[in-house]
């Protein structure tokens, strides 16, 4: 197989598993909060947790499956193996993804505001969900 054809297919491949990566833990989110209605006991905390974690690391995941399509593109330029023109083979997956994304924001926002069965349970949630938004890792 040619260089070319190959740097398309690691292209299209690595955006293809991005897209994956955001329906499928987009979905992940979805059927956590169609199922949880309020954080009340220390086993909802833990799934919780572990549903939060999960999205972290796909999150860093997903970082990665958007950055090496850029990577593939801009070496296969350099060596005037791809053309500039050919960046669409990056932006058209890249918008699909954003697109996936902005659509789970509903079911993200849902996940971070879930109720809590009491003040204490709503300090951890808020504890969690700061963690979320702030780290790159869980570290609970």
């Known amino acids: 197989m040619e260089t070319r054809t190959l740097l ?6 690595f955006a293809t598993a991005g897209i994956a990566n955001s329906i499928w833990f987009g979905l992940d989110l979805k059927r956590y909060s ?3 209605q309020i954080l009340a006991t220390r086993l909802d905390m833990l799934r919780f947790k572990k549903v939060v974690a999960r999205q972290m690391y796909a999150a860093l995941i997903q970082a990665v499956l958007l950055i090496v399509p850029l990577v593939i ?4 330029v350099s060596f ?3 053309n500039p023109s050919e960046i669409l083979l990056v932006i ?3 918008v699909i993804m954003i697109f996936v994304a902005v659509f789970s924001r509903r079911w993200e926002y849902r996940v971070k505001t879930i109720a809590a069965a009491d003040p ?3 300090e ?3 504890a969690i969900v700061r963690t979320w ?3 790159p890792w869980p570290d609970w």
């Open 120 to 122: 204490e349970i709503e």
């Open 80 to 82: 005037e193996i791809l």
């Open 8 to 13: 398309i297919l690691g292209i299209l491949g």
């Open 73 to 76: 593109f801009f070496t296969g």
């Open 124 to 126: 951890q949630r808020d």
């Open 92 to 94: 058209v997956p890249s």
């Open 133 to 135: 938004l702030r780290k």
């Open 34 to 36: 169609d199922r949880t």
